[in-house]
């Protein structure tokens, strides 16, 4: 029997800052992170594997950051729990006793039961699992027609860095646009233009019906009967958390499949937290359930448990998610924080949005020089601004970050307006010319 204070499951970016975060707030206790995987992935760097780094081995979350702590890291994998005696049973018979439990078992890529043919050779999705992903790279060799299905974040960026590679990409995709959960119209036609560009062809208003073949892939029919030649398909359908080791503790889980939680990351059983994308999420701004799962939101509950573990605080703690992403095409980025236009619409908000396109430097001659362009979406009764969106050069990842701070404050137009920022020529737009700034003015006349 292993005892120690704090046990950890999981060791993705959730286990991995909740355990940085409880070791520093509470450097007497003793702490135990318990993984199934010798080596772990950077989530986000995942797509970039395929083409701009890689290989996986440049795509590891470093230990040293948890060793120098102190904290104790097991591969293992916890098959049960037993939350009265508070004692976990590991696969390899070990067993520990905890006196707070932190759960971060993330989650898994989602498979439809209704799409026929998934199980077929060559046919593969995209886990964090380093095993499993240097094997698809390996399989990939000698491929030349790969078919992606799900034009998300991920599908999209798996689909620009294999097309990188040399491979004859076709991407499906059952919505009007790429990326068009994340994006309004405008944003995404964008980045469509970009990434056709690039050499990727992008199937829109289509979805998979069935996989074909024999015992491995060799077409694909889609819902509009149309049958493509393929000799791998990646399916990026989307995730689903991992709550079964949860569910059989016998935790709440939600409708979504979700652990639930408060806004301090505590379930329903005493000194037991849930973190990352197996942890319940609730959007900021709708308190509705969300399905949002990404690494950064993950790294921001670890922290609420981390600091809330022993002695609650009414400071940090977590409201919901805002959904803040970023991606790039190329020599393009786009992102995204809070509610869209056309979401903030459904949802029954009453609403202006505003546009602005400006350089991201001055002068806008400099080499370097990007068109960046800003749309801002806000409450008219308070001015509050509800999301954002922009697309340009590479800065557009922290101006992106940026809007998240803006809407997690409940800034208005009017503290925007009046908001001091620092520019420089090689770095920002004008400090006359800001494109979140202008995007602003125009808001503001508009209220």
Same mark, same amino acid.
């Given at each position: 029997?292993?005892?120690?204070?704090?046990?950890?499951?999981?060791?993705?970016?959730?286990?991995?800052?909740?355990?940085?975060?409880?070791?520093?707030?509470?450097?007497?206790?003793?702490?135990?992170?318990?993984?199934?995987?010798?080596?772990?992935?950077?989530?986000?760097?995942?797509?970039?594997?395929?083409?701009? !780094?890689?290989?996986?081995?440049?795509?590891?979350?470093?230990?040293?950051?948890?060793?120098?702590?102190?904290?104790?890291?097991?591969?293992?994998e916890i098959t049960s729990i037993d939350t009265e005696t508070k004692t976990a049973l590991a696969k390899s018979g070990e067993k520990y006793k905890y006196e707070k439990l932190i759960l971060g078992t993330g989650s898994e890529p989602s498979i439809p039961a209704w799409l026929k043919g998934a199980d077929k050779e060559n046919v593969f999705t995209i886990p964090k699992r380093k095993e499993y992903l240097d094997?698809?790279?390996?399989?990939?060799?000698?491929?030349?027609?790969?078919?992606?299905?799900?034009?998300?974040?991920?599908?999209?960026?798996?689909?620009?860095?294999?097309?990188?590679?040399?491979?004859?990409?076709?991407?499906?995709?059952?919505?009007?646009?790429?990326?068009?959960?994340?994006?309004?119209?405008?944003?995404?036609?964008?980045?469509?233009?970009?990434?056709?560009?690039?050499?990727?062809?992008?199937?829109?208003?289509?979805?998979?019906?069935?996989?074909?073949?024999?015992?491995?892939?060799?077409?694909?029919?889609?819902?509009?009967?149309?049958?493509?030649?393929?000799?791998?398909?990646?399916?990026?359908?989307?995730?689903?958390?991992?709550?079964?080791?949860?569910?059989?503790?016998?935790l709440k889980i939600n409708e979504c499949g979700f652990i639930e939680t408060d806004q301090y990351k505590r379930t329903s059983k005493k000194d037991i937290f849930a973190v990352g994308d197996c942890s319940e999420k609730k959007d900021f701004l709708t308190g509705k359930l969300s399905k949002i799962m990404l690494a950064s939101t993950a790294c921001a509950e670890a922290r609420v448990a981390g600091l809330n573990?022993?002695?609650?605080?009414?400071?940090?703690?977590?409201?919901?998610?805002?959904?803040?992403?970023?991606?790039?095409?190329?020599?393009?980025?786009?992102?995204?924080?809070?509610?869209?236009?056309?979401?903030?619409?459904?949802?029954?908000?009453?609403?202006?949005?505003?546009?602005?396109?400006?350089?991201?430097?001055?002068?806008?001659?400099?080499?370097?020089?990007?068109?960046?362009?800003?749309?801002?979406?806000?409450?008219?009764?308070?001015?509050?601004?509800?999301?954002?969106?922009?697309?340009?050069?590479?800065?557009?990842?922290?101006?992106?970050?940026?809007?998240?701070? !803006?809407?997690?404050?409940?800034?208005?137009?009017?503290?925007?307006?009046?908001?001091?920022?620092?520019?420089?020529?090689?770095?920002?737009?004008?400090?006359?010319?800001?494109?979140?700034?202008?995007?602003?003015? !125009?808001?503001?006349?508009?209220?």
């Amino acid at each position: 029997m292993v005892n120690t204070d704090v046990l950890i499951i999981g060791g993705s970016a959730a286990g991995l800052v909740s355990a940085m975060t409880v070791k520093s707030v509470n450097k007497d206790k003793k702490v135990t992170l318990v993984r199934k995987e010798e080596k772990v992935m950077i989530p986000c760097g995942i797509p970039y594997i395929f083409g701009t !780094i890689g290989t996986s081995d440049k795509n590891i979350l470093p230990d040293q950051g948890l060793v120098n702590l102190g904290v104790d890291i097991v591969v293992d994998e916890i098959t049960s729990i037993d939350t009265e005696t508070k004692t976990a049973l590991a696969k390899s018979g070990e067993k520990y006793k905890y006196e707070k439990l932190i759960l971060g078992t993330g989650s898994e890529p989602s498979i439809p039961a209704w799409l026929k043919g998934a199980d077929k050779e060559n046919v593969f999705t995209i886990p964090k699992r380093k095993e499993y992903l240097d094997t698809l790279q390996e399989k990939l060799n000698g491929k030349k027609q790969i078919l992606i299905v799900g034009a998300g974040f991920i599908g999209v960026e798996v689909a620009d860095e294999l097309n990188k590679k040399g491979f004859d990409i076709t991407l499906v995709e059952i919505l009007p646009h790429i990326l068009g959960v994340a994006f309004d119209q405008e944003f995404a036609e964008n980045a469509k233009t970009a990434l056709t560009e690039r050499g990727v062809k992008v199937l829109n208003d289509t979805g998979i019906k069935e996989i074909l073949g024999k015992d491995k892939v060799e077409s694909v029919l889609l819902t509009d009967g149309t049958t493509l030649d393929a000799d791998a398909v990646i399916l990026s359908l989307g995730y689903q958390p991992n709550s079964a080791l949860a569910k059989d503790m016998g935790l709440k889980i939600n409708e979504c499949g979700f652990i639930e939680t408060d806004q301090y990351k505590r379930t329903s059983k005493k000194d037991i937290f849930a973190v990352g994308d197996c942890s319940e999420k609730k959007d900021f701004l709708t308190g509705k359930l969300s399905k949002i799962m990404l690494a950064s939101t993950a790294c921001a509950e670890a922290r609420v448990a981390g600091l809330n573990l022993y002695s609650l605080s009414t400071v940090s703690t977590f409201r919901g998610t805002i959904g803040i992403y970023s991606t790039s095409i190329g020599d393009m980025a786009y992102g995204v924080a809070g509610l869209t236009e056309s979401i903030a619409i459904k949802e029954g908000f009453d609403i202006v949005t505003a546009s602005f396109t400006g350089v991201d430097t001055h002068p806008g001659c400099i080499e370097h020089s990007q068109k960046q362009t800003v749309k801002l979406i806000v409450s008219k009764k308070n001015g509050v601004i509800l999301g954002g969106e922009a697309m340009g050069g590479r800065s557009v990842g922290e101006l992106t970050n940026v809007l998240g701070f !803006i809407i997690q404050n409940n800034m208005t137009i009017n503290n925007l307006l009046v908001a001091q920022i620092g520019t420089q020529p090689m770095l920002t737009a004008s400090p006359a010319g800001y494109p979140l700034i202008k995007a602003a003015e !125009i808001a503001s006349r508009m209220l």
